[in-house]
Antibody
Framework: EVQLLESGGELVQPGGSLRLSCAVS????????MSWVRQAPGKGLEWVSG????????FYADSVKGRFTISKDTSKNTVFLQMNSLRAEDTAVYYCAKDQVPDGIWTFDYWGQGTLVTVSS | DIVMTQSPLSLPVTPGEPASISCRSS??????????LDWYLQKPGQSPQLLIYLGSTRASGVPDRFSGSGSGTDFTLKISRVEAEDVGVYYC?????????FGGGTKVEIK
């Protein structure tokens, strides 16, 4: 059974840092593209970042480029999102999502339950 | 970046009646024989779930009352007969190129 479990969300001050984790089971992240998608309170969905399973090539939304870093540990089957220089507008529920096919077409067939990041003083 | 525009913003529906949601992209999503357009549903209090991919292919386990159509820049999600469990916010998304972009969402609620 495929499962994605995010963790690491918490209250952090503006300018601070946070690292989110997405521990997966039921498949290998070495084969599938993984993404982070966020949702600000009462707002819509925003894709944040993605990482290819095979090559590890990374991709970012302009809003987080230079501040966030996506990475993975295949031995732990876990994807990470390192978030630096956090701003109030980064406040959101952050979802981890799995691509439907191996290194495929950025279509997400499984999502985690999300972890809440709050940036506030 | 590709801009995705959905309409309507809100859609009150009567159970048993059909419903339709429109999604437009700022550039063509057609490439290599496929239309790169997905539909997701976020039910209240839940994570999003995949409904339709490549414009018209239902995801595993999705009831056949859901259908996707369209090509290029204009797409439609149709529910042939709305059921109470279909309430939530529907999003279109283009997976053609990064940054991936979502429409603003259409909230479907029961009248």
């Amino acid at each position: 059974e495929v499962q994605l479990l995010e963790s690491g969300g918490e209250l952090v001050q503006p300018g601070g840092s946070l690292r989110l984790s997405c521990a997966v089971s039921g498949f290998s992240i070495s084969s599938y593209t993984m993404s982070w998608v966020r949702q600000a309170p009462g707002k819509g969905l925003e894709w944040v970042s993605g990482i290819y399973g095979g090559s590890g090539r990374t991709f970012y939304a302009d809003s987080v480029k230079g501040r966030f870093t996506i990475s993975k540990d295949t031995s732990k089957n876990t994807v990470f999102l390192q978030m630096n220089s956090l701003r109030a507008e980064d406040t959101a529920v952050y979802y981890c999502a799995k691509d439907q096919v191996p290194d495929g077409i950025w279509t997400f067939d499984y999502w985690g339950q999300g972890t809440l990041v709050t940036v506030s003083s | 970046d590709i801009v995705m525009t959905q309409s309507p913003l809100s859609l009150p529906v009567t159970p048993g009646e059909p419903a339709s949601i429109s999604c437009r992209s700022s550039q063509s999503l057609y490439s290599k024989g496929n239309n790169y357009l997905d539909w997701y549903l976020q039910k209240p209090g839940q994570s999003p779930q995949l409904l339709i991919y490549l414009g018209s292919t239902r995801a595993s386990g999705v009831p056949d009352r859901f259908s996707g159509s369209g090509s290029g820049t204009d797409f439609t999600l149709k529910i042939s007969r709305v059921e109470a469990e279909d309430v939530g916010v529907y999003y279109c998304m283009q997976p053609l190129q990064t940054p991936l972009t979502f429409g603003g969402g259409t909230k479907v609620e029961i009248k």
